[in-house]
């Protein structure tokens, strides 16, 4: 027999079904509750429609209707009410929080930029969608700008993407896990072919120095003139610690999970690199931070070096073609070996038995080097005249 609203009133402790899964449950305690027992996809759910003190009878008639016309059109109730509670942060808080908390496992700064490159390529887009919003679409549309003008770190932003919308999924911000493989269907092959990075020629470069000496130090410039006098990848500039350095005996030590060969590389400071260092240091903001960093936290992005270059007017040549601009002149206008210039760019012997029984790092030829380096790269830049005498010589 259907319920009346006496028998809810006056009803014993235990279940009284009103008909079509509507219960009446009736505890020790008094307490009354609603529930609808129903088949959804082929089990049986129970959803609470609240206290019959609160409810009444009409009601919970009306709201079981409800509920059954909504598994009808194929709705879980349930998933509904529980999205309609959740509280979905933007995909930049997600990735914030993600970020804070996976980089405790990380064993070296290598991915201080794993934040950065978010900050740089992917916020400025996406970052005030709510988080279970993102899918394929918009990553393609994110990684689209640069996925031909910087492939390598376009490859590790869709794997970073991928880390932060599994997390969103764990925190259960996101329902369903996030399938990104679709991505690289949307975007333009990456060429596998080796290109030569451009670089500036040798004759040219101290013409650049005298710009960035002149203009106003910024942790750019500062990091790209760092980079210029040592001949380093720009990463090796970008992720450098206090730590590192011995400014006293003019050493910088990069440790070998730092280096592209991954083997410790010490590298003698020339006189110009050493001021420019006790000058950043001065201004520190840590003692063991990161040295081109206005935070000591975060380094500058792998694009701030090049962006000088572009605002400088200088177009094709890229900050890793100053290592071939400095190999040039190492080969054309100095007396050092082929050795000690490949050693100065931590270059890895292509012959295994000449690297087994070659033990020597070159250290002291290498100061040498690095010591005329600066001074052709601190040289006044060549004039037209003397450029024209100079094109005269020759012909």
């Keep these: 027999m259907p319920l009346t609203a006496l028998k ?13 899964g509507l219960c009446l449950y009736v505890k020790e305690s008094g307490a009354r509750t609603w529930v ?18 609160d409810v009444s009878l009409a009601e919970a008639r009306e709201a ?9 059109l194929g709705v879980d109730p ?8 959740r509280v979905v942060p933007s995909f930049e808080r997600a990735t914030r929080e993600c970020y804070e908390a996976l980089k405790e496992g990380w064993k070296n700064r290598r991915y201080a930029n794993w934040i950065s490159s978010f900050e740089n390529h992917v916020f400025p887009m996406i970052g005030s969608k709510p988080v279970d919003q993102v899918d394929s679409a918009l990553v393609v549309e994110v ?36 399938s990104l493989r679709s991505v690289r269907k949307g975007l333009p092959r990456q060429t596998a072919k080796t290109e030569h990075l451009k670089a500036m020629p040798y004759a040219e470069v101290p013409a650049l ?22 001949a380093v990848r720009s990463n090796e500039t970008r992720l450098a610690v206090w730590t590192e350095f011995d400014l006293d005996q003019g050493i910088w030590t990069i440790p070998g999970e730092r280096m592209k060969a991954r083997e410790t590389h010490v590298v003698p400071l020339s ?21 081109f960093s206005n935070d000591g936290e975060r380094p500058i992005s792998d694009m701030t070096m090049t962006k000088l270059l572009r605002d400088a007017g200088i177009k094709g040549a890229t900050v890793h073609g100053f290592r071939s601009a400095f190999t040039d002149w190492a080969a054309e206008k100095t007396d050092f070996p082929k050795e000690v210039a490949d050693k100065a760019l931590a270059h890895k012997l292509g012959n295994q038995v000449e690297a087994a029984y070659r033990r020597t790092d070159f250290f002291d030829k290498r ?11 601190d040289s006044p830049p060549a004039t037209n005249d003397t450029k024209t005498a100079a094109k005269g010589a020759a012909d």
Excluded at 8 to 20: E, L, Q, S, T, W
Excluded at 42 to 52: E, H, Q
């Design 367 to 377: 100061r040498e080097l690095m010591a005329v380096w600066a001074k052709h790269v």
């Design 78 to 85: 349930v998933a509904e009410r529980r999205r309609s509670r």
């Design 8 to 20: 809810v009133k006056i009803a014993k402790p235990g279940r009284h079904v009103d008909g079509r």
């Design 36 to 53: 609808l027992r129903m088949q959804h996809n082929g089990r049986r759910r129970d959803y609470g429609l609240g206290s019959a003190l």
């Design 209 to 230: 120095m005298a710009r960035l000496v002149a203009a106003s130090p910024t942790t750019g410039r500062d990091a790209l003139r760092f980079t210029i006098y040592n």
């Design 64 to 72: 079981a209707t409800a509920l059954r016309r909504q598994v009808r």
């Design 271 to 291: 006189a110009p690199t050493i001021a420019l260092l006790r000058r950043r240091w001065q201004e520190r903001v840590s003692d063991d931070g990161l040295v």
């Design 143 to 178: 990684l689209t700008p640069i996925w031909l003008e910087i492939p390598e770190t376009a490859r590790r932003i869709l794997q970073r993407i991928g880390s932060v919308l599994d997390f969103a999924h764990i925190k259960g911000w996101c329902e369903e896990e996030a």
